[in-house]
């Protein structure tokens, strides 16, 4: 395209000595319509100067109940393939004006609430509290592009008797389902409210403020455009000002992300439009160089994330079952209350029974010193444990007059079971190996010698 000195490159040029404009969807946004039943996302705007023709290029002002404009003929062809395939089809239509998403199908739309964006940890860009509305047929689709559209913000200038005072964008998301995978594709047709001059308006009063707002988020627009577009500015990693504008974050998917979009720039034949004309065609060849990395937006058919929870522990649970394992007793688990009535004998009972072991330190030592052991002969072998005296008498007590021991050997004798002929110590305990020894090899009579037997 030539403009006086100037030159720009493009895909397609249409109207005037180009091809006509009823070959823009055929050209332009067939293909992508096309790559949305593949899994990709898409996106087609239109850029230009007020009064340029851009909603009417579309197909969301007067026209979208006819065949004329994009949307149509997307909408047409949408229904046509979804016959073939098992999907689900959802619309919803936004606005931004004054730097405000609105619902443009709410159902109350004077006390509509503005939209927030979110992003996820992936990256990907939210509304949440957009409506989102499913749609069976063409017919049904078109009814909420009209609701939306006559809901719009539009005023009149000296520039256009209908002219928008806000950016449009109509969605429509498509779901289909394999046996292998889930494909869920978005489709944006963004309408752009066009850039203009107050002198040139005659804008005061509410329609100047509503110009300042468009022409601040198209500046944001351009900038980004212009730096996504400068191969040397992007391969240094230059930072993209996104969030500078809540247009340039609604549509961060659409330039440098992954989405498949199409510009469509319209300008204005007129001489006193060239300055504008020229802007947009700079900007338009300039987001010829911006390149986008599609991908297919699909999930395999898995059982429901919820199932997967139930059946396999989080990596948290999983280590703290691991703690309380690695920290548990050796020993099961009963009724203490009832072991400690077990380990205090009655007079009758010949033995006293510690069979089981016991965690309370001070009442089974007590236990424990006060049992009369009848002496072996091999006393001498014990000198660290008992004793040495020359009565038989005062061997059958043991001296625990000073209770001094740690917990290894503490271990040790409540880990004492007892045997008809010995009491035998647990191999893995450690502790003392003396002491040790010398509990271990108590040679104790056995129950049919009452008299001899030790008693509590």
């Known amino acids: 395209v030539h403009v006086g000195s100037h030159t720009f490159m493009y895909d397609f040029v249409f109207g005037n000595a180009g091809l006509p404009s009823s070959q823009i969807y055929h050209r332009c ?40 404009g994009i949307i149509p003929k997307v909408m047409e062809y949408v229904f046509t393939r979804v016959e073939a395939v098992k999907s689900q089809i959802r619309v919803s239509f936004l606005e931004i004006y004054n730097e405000e998403i609105y619902d443009l199908l709410a159902s109350n739309p004077p006390s509509r609430a503005p939209i927030i964006i979110r992003e996820t940890a992936s990256g990907e860009i939210t509304l949440q509290g957009v409506t989102e509305v499913d749609v069976k047929t063409k017919e049904e689709m078109s009814s909420y592009l009209a609701r939306g559209s006559f809901a719009r913000a ?37 309408d752009l409210a066009g850039s203009e001059r107050a ?56 330039l440098g992300g992954k989405s498949k979009t199409v510009m469509i720039a319209c300008v204005s034949p007129a001489i006193s439009d060239v300055e504008e004309t020229l802007n947009t065609l700079r900007y338009a060849n300039c987001a010829r160089n911006i390149k986008n990395q599609a991908v297919v937006q699909k999930q395999k058919t898995y059982a429901p994330s919820f199932m997967f929870k139930e059946l396999t522990p989080s990596k948290s649970e999983a280590k703290n079952k691991a703690v309380v394992q690695k920290h548990k007793p050796s020993v099961p688990s009963f009724d203490y209350d009832a072991m400690f009535k077990e380990l205090t004998p009655s007079k009758s009972e010949s033995l006293p029974v510690y069979d089981k072991p016991v965690y309370d330190k001070e009442d089974v030592f007590q236990d424990f010193s006060e049992l009369k052991i009848p002496w072996p002969s091999q006393a001498a072998r ?26 290894d050997v503490f271990e040790a004798i409540t880990e004492l079971q007892y045997n008809e002929d010995v009491f035998e110590a647990i191999p893995e305990l450690q502790c003392d190996e003396d002491v040790f020894e010398a509990i271990s090899e108590l040679q104790i009579p056995s129950t049919s010698q009452p008299d001899d037997v030790f008693r509590v």
Do not use: W
Not at 43 to 63: E, F, H, I, P, W
Not at 208 to 231: F, P, Q, T
Not at 245 to 250: A, E, N, P, W
Not at 383 to 397: I, P, Q
């Open 29 to 68: 946004v067939a293909p992508l319509v096309e790559d949305l039943f593949k899994g990709y996302n898409a996106t087609v705007l239109a850029y230009g100067q007020t009064a340029s023709g851009k909603t009417y290029t579309m197909g969301m002002g007067t026209n979208c109940g006819t065949s004329d």
């Open 154 to 190: 539009s005023g009149s200038t000296n520039m256009n008797i209908q002219s928008s005072r806000s950016h449009a964008v109509f969605t429509i998301s498509l779901q289909i389902t394999t046996a292998e995978e889930i494909l869920c594709a978005k489709l944006r047709l963004v």
């Open 199 to 254: 002198n040139r308006t005659g804008a005061d009063g509410m329609r100047l403020k509503e110009g300042r707002h468009i022409n601040s988020s198209l500046l944001a627009l351009r900038n980004v455009i212009s730096l996504l577009g400068d191969v040397r500015k992007r391969k240094k990693g230059a930072h993209v000002p996104y969030r500078v504008s809540k247009l340039t974050r609604l549509l961060q998917d659409s």
């Open 382 to 407: 014990f000198d660290d444990l008992f004793a040495s005296t020359s009565s038989r008498s005062e061997l059958r007590k043991p001296v625990y007059d000073k209770p001094v021991y740690d917990e």
